[in-house]
């Protein structure tokens, strides 16, 4: 039996996670007695997240709070990109986070480059911004996901369509 076994290498995170992430966080602000008057808003899209409030040092308490949610729904810090933190009208402070997914092309060569190196009976290849890696046995594309796994990248990768 000569069939290839494959899984995608990608780096996306649960949208509807962050979704109740933000709405956690905008509860907490809202209770919160150090935070009541800043009249904090939250604005997020698809791929970007809106902080406004009054000044910088309450930005960085609401920046806490939003990285401790976002671990409780078990999300990568990894996907936050701080913005410039950005003057407002009426003396207040905005900074848009945008929220990292796929793997762009210098990472991606980066990954082919260790599997090839490393293993020499897998076959990576670079498909949009996702890397597919594939083998003739299961053995050696479970060694290469625990590689994977002990390297510290700029963004989260999930192992995906293994097959």
């Given at each position: 039996?000569?069939?290839?076994?494959?899984?995608?290498?990608v780096?996306?995170?649960?949208?509807?996670?962050?979704v109740?992430?933000?709405?956690?966080?905008?509860?907490?602000?809202e209770?919160?007695?150090?935070?009541k008057d800043?009249?904090?808003?939250l604005e997020l899209?698809e791929?970007?997240?809106?902080?406004?409030?009054?000044?910088?040092?309450?930005?960085?308490?609401?920046?806490?709070?939003?990285?401790?949610?976002?671990?409780?729904?078990?999300?990568?810090?990894?996907?936050?990109?701080y913005?410039?933190?950005e003057?407002?009208?009426?003396?207040?402070?905005?900074?848009?986070?945008t929220?990292?997914?796929?793997?762009?092309?210098?990472?991606?060569?980066?990954?082919?480059?260790?599997?090839?190196?490393?293993?020499?009976?897998v076959q990576?290849?670079?498909?949009?911004?996702?890397?597919?890696?594939?083998?003739?046995?299961k053995?050696?594309?479970?060694?290469?996901?625990?590689?994977?796994?002990?390297?510290n990248?700029?963004?989260p990768?999930?192992?995906?369509n293994y097959?």
């Open positions: 039996m000569a069939s290839n076994y494959s899984f995608d290498i780096s996306d995170f649960d949208h509807q996670e962050m109740n992430a933000v709405d956690q966080a905008r509860r907490e602000i209770n919160r007695y150090d935070l800043s009249q904090t808003s899209t791929d970007t997240l809106t902080v406004e409030t009054d000044s910088e040092f309450t930005l960085e308490t609401i920046h806490d709070i939003l990285r401790n949610k976002v671990a409780k729904r078990k999300l990568s810090q990894k996907i936050f990109e913005g410039k933190v003057k407002s009208s009426g003396n207040r402070v905005r900074q848009v986070i929220l990292k997914r796929g793997i762009d092309k210098e990472l991606a060569k980066k990954i082919t480059k260790k599997i090839k190196d490393e293993f020499k009976k990576p290849s670079i498909q949009g911004d996702s890397v597919r890696v594939s083998s003739k046995s053995d050696d594309l479970q060694a290469v996901m625990q590689a994977l796994k002990e390297e990248y700029p963004v990768l999930q192992m995906t097959r």
